[in-house]
């Protein structure tokens, strides 16, 4: 194959990416606005200390959660994305009937124990006897939340990115908040907003079955489907350990914060956290997509266009990731003091938090690609992070408090990256940075100066007129410094995308 035909490629799979990633965008950007509003309704209806008890539970859940899954979502999304490619439906059906029976009853078995072991959980580990019906309620929704895990990772597979957005991103916060709301005219009380929860589970699952059999022609094939469970848990097994244990490092901090701190300082964290967790937004709109061209490009062993991929889309998810660190940093203040007064000393929080995402951030679909090429590597390097995160929380929780565990989060999340991108490259000879990703830097750096002095000379100006500001000058540098012939079809195809989901995916 010759340059120019392998350019050519590298170039139509850009665009596929953009393609769909503009619907992904989309759908992610709605959902964490939806989830955004929803925090701030539950943070300032329900008080630190209520909200502290909601955020344990939820993260007990999301652990819960992640454990039932068994790492076949991720084993959906390596081996569906090859048999959807190959037309081979014996084994896609196989692979999605095997994943679904075996999740639903491992989450129901996991589900069935916390509820028993609530009480012994609430008064024995945390000593919070309130805890213990949050726990319950919790535990109702981990069934429901697994089967349509599952059913969006099939969506993700066949390239049902509309279906997939909808289900991940908009589906469970929208009908969560509509519920909240109605609560609210009541009177909205911690039962409520767990009731609401289980609700919204039920319904997503209920949905998802029914558009999974609607866009998918593999459930309805005929002939017999063909099982493989050692091919899909020999890669599953190592992956479901590797995607535990970045949980435990990102959920380990409230659980340690549970046990050593009081619930109102939980909650004040927690608020901060999530605040922080909204500018992964352009990360997973492109990482979804962008999984199983990964797995496709291992597959296929098309290391130079996966390299070309990798520069691409963490130019594009840095690029658009930083106005949001900037607006982050520079109101803190003003943006904790939305959930009431006394969340306003969370300021700080959020700033760690919001960097250490950031870390993340930068890195693009690094993690992907690792599980993808070398999950028992990953395996291995997450069984050793998380040793080092458990030391550093308690290290720095028992010192610094919440403000530990901000600190503790931030550098787990350097190690990890770190480590990963020097492997990927040892390895793979892969890279995501080119020289194109410092101009995205330096008009950050132009821009923060600039809204830095006009604050200062100017004081009165309105934050919503200053934010403004900040968007269209870090806009304006970028343009100014220019973009090359791909990122300039890319930025046309996700206008068009972004302004017109309608127009046809047919067409590029």
């Known amino acids: 194959m010759n340059k120019n035909t392998r350019e050519d490629k590298t170039f139509k799979t850009s665009l596929a990416v953009a393609r769909h990633g503009g619907i992904a965008i989309v759908g992610s950007f709605l959902g964490n606005m939806i989830r955004f509003l929803t925090q701030v309704l539950l943070v300032r209806l329900l008080g630190p200390e209520k909200y502290g008890l909601y955020t344990i539970g939820f993260s007990i859940f999301t652990i819960a959660g992640q454990i039932s899954q068994l790492g076949l979502s991720e084993g959906i999304i390596k081996f569906g994305s090859v048999y959807s490619t190959e037309k081979d439906q014996p084994r896609l059906k196989g692979l999605f009937k095997l994943a679904s029976i075996l999740t639903v009853i491992v989450a129901a078995l996991t589900a069935i124990f916390i509820f028993i072991s609530a009480s012994h ?33 099939s969506a993700r597979a066949t390239q049902s990115i509309f279906y997939y ?5 908009i589906l469970h916060p929208a009908i969560y908040i509509i519920c909240l709301v ?12 767990l009731k609401s929860f289980v609700l919204a589970w039920v319904l997503v699952a209920v949905f998802g079955a029914i558009a999974i059999f609607k866009i998918s022609r593999v459930l309805l094939f005929k002939g017999k489907p063909i099982y493989e469970p050692q091919k899909l848990f020999r ?23 549970g046990k050593m701190v009081l619930a109102g300082d939980i909650g004040v964290y927690a608020a901060g956290g999530k605040i922080a967790a909204q500018i992964v937004i352009f990360m997973q709109a492109f990482n979804l997509i962008v999984a199983p061209v990964i797995a496709e490009h291992f597959h296929n062993n098309k290391l130079k266009e996966l390299n070309s991929l990798f520069k691409t889309v963490t130019r594009w998810t840095i690029s658009l990731t930083l106005p949001f660190v900037l607006f982050i940093i520079i109101y803190a203040e003003l943006i904790m003091g939305m959930f009431g007064v006394e969340y306003v000393v969370g300021k700080n929080i959020l700033i760690l938090c919001c960097l250490a995402q950031f870390v993340n951030v930068c890195t693009g679909p690094l993690e992907y690609m690792l599980i993808m090429g070398k999950q028992d ?11 080092i995160n458990i030391i550093l929380n308690y290290l720095f929780i028992k010192n610094y408090g919440i403000l530990g565990a901000a600190l503790a989060l931030g550098l787990s999340m350097m190690i990890i990256n770190l480590v990963r991108l020097l492997e990927m490259y040892i390895l793979y000879r892969l890279w995501p940075y080119s ?8 008009a ?29 000058s870090y806009a304006g540098l970028l343009c100014f410094m220019g973009f090359n012939h791909e990122e300039r079809e890319i930025l046309v195809l996700i206008k068009r995308k972004v302004g017109g989901i309608f127009v046809s995916r047919d067409n590029p």
């Open 377 to 387: 590597l990953d395996l291995i390097n997450n069984c050793a992070f998380v040793l």
């Open 235 to 257: 890669f599953a097994m190592p992956v479901y350990i590797a995607r535990f244990l970045p949980l435990v490092i990102n959920q380990f901090d409230k659980v340690i914060l």
């Open 435 to 442: 020289a194109n990703v410092l101009k995205s830097f330096l």
């Open 444 to 472: 950050a750096f132009i821009t923060y100066g600039l809204v830095i002095m006009l604050n200062k000379f100017f004081p009165n100006l309105s934050w919503p007129i200053m934010s403004l500001l900040l968007l269209g």
């Open 165 to 169: 957005s909808l289900m991940q991103y």
């Open 182 to 193: 109605v609560s609210c005219l009541v009177g909205l009380t911690i039962i409520h907003a």
């Open 121 to 153: 959980i609430a008064k024995n580990i945390f000593d919070k006897e309130e805890l213990e019906f949050v726990l319950k309620f919790f535990a109702v929704s981990i069934p429901f939340y697994v089967f349509a895990a599952i059913l969006t990772a």
